[in-house]
């Protein structure tokens, strides 16, 4: 994003580019989307995160004129919206199977649109050329969908969608069909197209590692309605409730009772032994309070000895571990009877046990105060 505007919702009296207010989307008697207001501001790359049949695809599909609020009103660029057909928006749509036309070349499907509206064939080419350097696929014009690959015909989509000049960009799932080191690599290029055009981008996407890379904020949605909206970062690092925990990342999840409290330092104990915790939290939970501990898995601290720098310390026993390259995970049963998830990078390239950490081993677990987030709810 522009630096002049990088964090406008962080602006007071900032004015939104999108306002959706109130709007509820019934299907006869089931209700997709439930009373649900959010503003986006000009130049966000926006994302929309949540599992299949949360609402986050009705949604789109109200923003882009293909469905009707129930109730509510929608507003682009000071404009309402709320019953204004899809081809009389500012809105472009690119679809997860990008339906790109079979029988045409990369040119004639990025100039599809630009035809129809009744642009001129100098400015038709000069257009889609710009598209085609775009999306680095200048010699790929004469080129049929079958002819590419499927991150240039994912790019072909893009550039067709951008080459109208939209004020917003929907798109639903862009980079499903990919496959994943693909589709890692893509979320780059999407994000630097997006800067470069300054178009409204809107993303709808169940991969929580996608959302959080590709979106300058994020609305995570469940049965219809927002769970959290924020940036990436506050999302992930502070949670709002269980769910968030679970469903943003991994959250090893820890019954507690505050058994002091001086400020934002707490003493917690484990609701079922005399494991007593520390936490520095700004939660309004109070002594005698029945909580929840959540600790992020790479937070943790994993080693064959003591860890006396950490503010909590625990041990356990290796129960399962997962090597995946450049992380270990490990399931650690402690001693309080929970069963924690611990990663660890693999630092140091390594040929026999040595110093690895291996099944049943016994281990010290430890952790920041600062790294224990208190959930809410």
């Known amino acids: 994003m522009n630096q002049a505007s990088a964090y406008p919702w962080r602006e007071a009296g900032a004015t939104p580019f999108i306002s959706i207010k109130n709007v509820t989307k019934r299907f006869g008697n089931f209700t997709a989307v439930d009373d649900i207001s959010l503003d986006i501001y000009k130049g966000e790359l926006f994302g929309l995160l ?28 000071g404009a309402d919206m709320t019953d204004v057909p899809p081809y009389e928006r500012p809105v472009n749509m690119m679809f ?40 680095e696929l200048g010699d790929f014009g004469k080129r049929k969908p079958r002819q590419l690959s499927g991150g240039q015909r994912q790019r072909v989509a893009l550039a067709r969608a951008l080459v109208k000049r939209p004020k917003v960009l929907l798109l639903d ?48 949605m469940d049965a219809g309605k927002f769970m959290q909206i924020g940036e990436p970062a506050d999302i992930y ?6 769910y968030i925990a679970n469903f943003i990342g991994s959250a090893n999840l820890i019954p507690v009772t505050v058994i002091d409290r001086q400020q934002d330092k707490l ?45 909590n310390n625990v041990q356990g026993t290796v129960k399962e571990i997962a090597y995946l390259g450049k992380i270990s995970t490990y399931r650690v049963v402690t001693a309080f009877g929970e069963t924690l998830e611990v990663t660890a990078p693999n630092q140091v390239r390594t040929s026999g046990a040595g110093h690895r950490i291996e099944w049943d081993d016994q281990v010290y677990l430890g952790w920041s105060s600062y790294s224990a987030i208190l959930l809410s709810s």
């Open 50 to 77: 949540g599992g299949s049949g949360c609402g986050k695809t009705t949604l789109l599909r109200m923003l882009a004129g293909f469905e009707t609020p129930t109730t509510g009103s929608i507003s682009i660029d």
């Open 96 to 135: 997860q199977s990008y339906a790109l036309f079979p029988h045409m070349s990369v040119e004639k499907n990025i100039a599809y649109g630009l035809k129809r509206d009744g642009v001129k064939g100098a400015e038709v080419k000069e257009r889609v050329a710009d598209m085609l350097s775009m999306v």
């Open 173 to 220: 799932e862009p980079l499903a069909a990919l496959d994943k080191r693909l589709r890692e690599q893509t979320q780059f290029e999407l994000m630097n197209i997006q800067d470069r055009t300054g178009v409204t981008f809107v993303v709808v996407t169940h991969d929580q590692e996608e959302a959080m890379t590709l979106s300058t904020r994020i609305a995570v």
């Open 237 to 242: 690092e502070n949670p709002a409730t269980r």
């Open 267 to 311: 003493r917690l104990q484990h609701e079922s032994s005399d494991t007593v915790f520390e936490a520095i939290s700004d939660q309004p939970a109070a002594v005698g309070d029945n909580t929840t501990l959540a600790l992020r898995p790479e937070k943790i601290l994993i080693d064959k000895s003591p860890l006396p720098d950490c503010d």
